[in-house]
T-cell receptor
Framework: GNSVTQMEGPVTLSEEAFLTINCTYT??????LFWYVQYPGEGLQLLLK?????DKGSNKGFEATYRKETTSFHLEKGSVQVSDSAVYFC??????????FGAGTTVTVRA | DVKVTQSSRYLVKRTGEKVFLECVQD?????MFWYRQDPGLGLRLIYF???????EKGDIPEGYSVSREKKERFSLILESASTNQTSMYLC?????????????FGPGTRLLVL
């Protein structure tokens, strides 16, 4: 079946630190890959996505590259801010419109 | 912008009560989804609907049912609420033909069953 494994948290960082959240997947086929973010008290919103191998998704200073050879889609940001404190979810979708999510990683950035 | 709204942000119910969670989207999307979110488990799909009056079970449908009488509205029903249904419930929508499957989420309903 399809599954997503992401780095366990929680992660606590200082402002301007480098953030990496690891995500690997198992899928029967060639999925689209996503990072969703959930800010405190809100629903999920799409952060970035990639639809094929070697694509790089980017948004708000975050980046992730679709690596087919390692079945990974790690999220990175070079300099985090307090406003980046949130829960981050890695997810995949095949052609059936359903999303499979990882467990989520809670990130706290301290000033 | 796509807007997905959920009827309540917080809800407290008693064991055995019938609970209705409502979700409305304003972008004429064909597909709608109900998830529950629990710490350490991520989001798990309960039910989804790809058209009016159509529904399919997700990964954890037990104890839940759904209703889709109008395209814009998708209801999740807990026939007899139990304490293990205390959770955050998230609704999402998606137009058919979206090449990459990006879903749009509502703000969530945090349900406490006592």
């Amino acid at each position: 079946g399809n599954s997503v494994t992401q780095m366990e948290g929680p992660v606590t960082l200082s402002e301007e630190a480098f953030l990496t959240i690891n995500c690997t997947y198992t899928a029967t086929g060639y999925p689209s890959l996503f990072w969703y973010v959930q800010y405190p008290g809100e629903g999920l919103q799409l952060l970035l996505k990639a639809t094929k191998a070697d694509d790089k998704g980017s948004n708000k200073g975050f980046e992730a590259t679709y690596r087919k050879e390692t079945t990974s889609f790690h999220l990175e940001k070079g300099s985090v801010q307090v406003s980046d404190s949130a829960v981050y979810f890695c997810a995949l979708s095949l052609n059936d419109y359903k999303l499979s999510f990882g467990a989520g990683t809670t990130v706290t950035v301290r000033a | 912008d796509v807007k997905v709204t959920q009827s309540s942000r917080y809800l407290v119910k008693r064991t055995g009560e019938k609970v209705f969670l409502e979700c409305v989207q304003d972008m004429d999307h064909e597909n709608m989804f109900w998830y529950r979110q629990d710490p350490g488990l991520g989001l798990r799909l309960i039910y989804f609907s790809y058209d009016v009056k159509m529904k399919e079970k997700g990964d954890i449908p037990e104890g839940y049912s759904v209703s889709r009488e109008k395209k814009e509205r998708f209801s999740l029903i807990l026939e007899s609420a139990s304490t293990n249904q205390t959770s955050m419930y998230l609704c999402a929508s998606l137009p058919t033909g979206t090449p990459d499957g990006t879903q749009y989420f509502g703000p969530g309903t945090r349900l406490l069953v006592l």
